[in-house]
Structure formats: C-alpha cells, structure tokens
C-alpha cells in the first residue's frame, strides 16, 4: 500500500501542479480586463491609398493570431472611424467580397501582431494599381451579401463565422479612397472567470491530496516474539524488563508497569503436566548460534571393536582342520 500510495501521490502532484499555474496565469491575465470583463486593444493607424481593407478569412486570422477569441460564449466587436467621421463595417462571404472589390484598389490584411501598446497591422496590396483608371467609388451601402453590417462598429460572435469563409470589409460610407483608419477591438468573455476559478479550485486540490498521501507517516508494525517457554527470562533480559507482562502497558518514567491480571484468574505453568517432568524457567536457554555455546560441543564415542589379523577368519561354531 505504501508503495501505491507513493505513486498515486506523484501522479496528482505532475497534475496539479500545471493546473495550478494555468489557473494563475489566467487570473493574471483576467486582472487585464475591465469592471465589465471586456478586454480591449488598439490598432497602429490604418493607411492606404485603396477604398478598403479586408480581412480575407476572419476565422483563418483568429485561429493564427488569437485563438482564444473563436471559443463559445465570446463575442467581438470593431470601432472604425475615419478622418471624415465613422467608418463603414461589413462582415460578408469571402467569394462575394472578392468579386465586388476586385476591380478596384485596396489592401488585405495579412497579420495582425499581438504587442503591448497598439496593436501593428500588416498589409498587402490586393486588385488594380491606384493610378489606374476605375470605374469610380463603390458605395458598400444597400449591399445584398451583407452577413452583418454597421456604421462606426460592429459586433459577431463566433458562431458567425461558422460555414463558409467570411471576410470584415471597413472602408468609408460612401466607398471614396485615400483610407486612414483608427480601428479598436474589444473581447468579451464569459467563460475566463469560470475557468480560472475552476483551475484553481482543482489545482489546490490535486496539490493538497498528493501531499496528503506522501506526507502520510506509515503505519507501525507489530511484532510478535514466538518463544518457548524456558526461553522467556532470556527474552526479558535482552529486551531490558524484568518481566514480559509488563510490556505494552502503561510506563511510569522510564520503567514499565506490569498489568495486575483480574481476581479469580492465575497463571497455568506451560510444559509441566502430568506424567511429564517439568522444566524449570530458570535452565539455561538454548543457544541460538555456536558462538553462544559455553563449551565445544563433544560428540559420543564411537564402541570399541576389536580387530584381529589372523587369516583366514575364524568362524564362530566351527574348529580349524588340520
């Protein structure tokens, strides 16, 4: 059992010890956020000559660049405003969008950093050149491929982006180039203040029950002297009692007390019935090893035989011939 004990002591240990840094890491993290429980971040200002910026698969961006935020129960939202006033955001599919902006300029987004302090955006350049002729704004308003659209901001869930890929087109309302952008992000979710009490919780109590089962202190064993009667003094003088009732009852000091044992019952001699001889207790014990013999041990002689040379033998009963 010790042994079962030990190793179930350190399987709970190399558990919770990692929940527990995990339920601590995320409360650090949670103490980030606001009364509200919403995060928020800012955005590098958003240039180029183009008459939008798109995110060409939302869902792709989130899954490289902040996985936590495509779990259940957290929602999204974008402000976007422009020099003029707010921006144009719209959360379509990624064919539609490609086929509406394509003969005009603008840039995509291809990664989005996560850094302390606003928040670099990198972008390519995507369809014609901006000095090439176009066929003139493009007004993103009254657009039928619209999943959800809005002016200054917009809000999705993850569920949103479930399906097909979906790309976040923000440009101006009236779809004119020349785009400088103050974009913020916010994150709200549910499931942090849950999980990081729950990781504690169950961190502290892996913790606490592998030190329960190593710190146990093991049990004592008990050991039973089998001797045969004629071998008890010698037993009590090595073990430093005068007499083995005394052991396992109470102590005064450093000497034993000897259990008084109930009226109307005594002591029965072992080994002296009737028709045997009785043994005293106070012959010597019998030696445990050779070493413990007071004497060499003498073997019994061998019978005298007498030996005669004569030949042949002469057989008893009969005479010699002559």
């Not at 955001?89 to 995509?108: Q, S």
């Given at each position: 059992m010790r042994f079962v004990r030990g190793i179930a002591g350190v399987l709970l240990l190399v558990i919770g010890i990692p929940v527990l840094f995990a339920g601590g890491a995320l409360w650090l993290v949670t103490r980030h956020a606001d009364p509200g429980g919403t995060f928020a971040a800012r955005f590098e200002t958003v240039r180029t000559p183009g008459h939008a910026v798109v995110v060409t698969d939302l869902d792709r961006l989130l899954r490289q660049e902040a996985p936590f935020a495509r779990t259940a129960q957290t929602r999204l939202r974008v402000d976007a405003r422009t020099p003029?006033?707010?921006?144009?955001?719209?959360?379509?599919?990624?064919?539609?969008?490609?086929?509406?902006?394509?003969?005009?300029?603008?840039?995509?987004?291809?990664?989005?950093?996560?850094?302390?302090?606003p928040l670099p955006v990198r972008l390519d350049p995507a369809g014609p050149a901006t000095d090439a002729p176009t066929a003139g704004p493009v007004t993103p308003l009254g657009r039928p491929f619209w999943v959800r659209e809005g002016i200054g901001s917009l809000e999705w869930s993850a569920d949103d982006l479930a399906g097909a890929p979906m790309s976040l087109v923000v440009m101006r309302p009236d779809g004119a180039g020349d785009l400088a952008l103050d974009l913020r992000a916010e994150l709200r979710a549910g499931w942090t203040t849950p999980a990081t009490w729950g990781l504690l919780a169950v961190g502290v109590l892996l913790v606490v029950g592998a030190a329960v089962l190593l710190l146990r202190p093991p049990r004592p064993r008990e050991v039973v002297f089998v001797v045969e009667p004629d071998q008890v003094p010698v037993l009590a003088g090595r073990l430093g009692v005068s007499s083995l009732s005394g052991l396992g009852g109470p102590s005064v000091g450093d000497a034993p007390v000897a259990w008084s044992l109930p009226a109307g019952r005594q002591l029965t001699p072992v080994g002296s019935g009737p028709g045997e001889r009785p043994r005293s207790a106070i012959e010597p014990a019998r030696p445990s090893t050779l070493a413990d013999l007071e004497a060499p041990a003498r073997l019994p002689r061998p019978p005298e035989v007498a030996l005669s040379l004569a030949w042949p033998p002469a057989t008893p009963g009969r005479r010699p011939s002559r």
């Open positions: 003029d006033g707010p921006a144009f955001v719209g959360l379509a599919p990624t064919a539609e969008v490609r086929r509406w902006l394509e003969p005009v300029p603008h840039a995509t987004v291809r990664r989005v950093a996560l850094a302390r302090g």
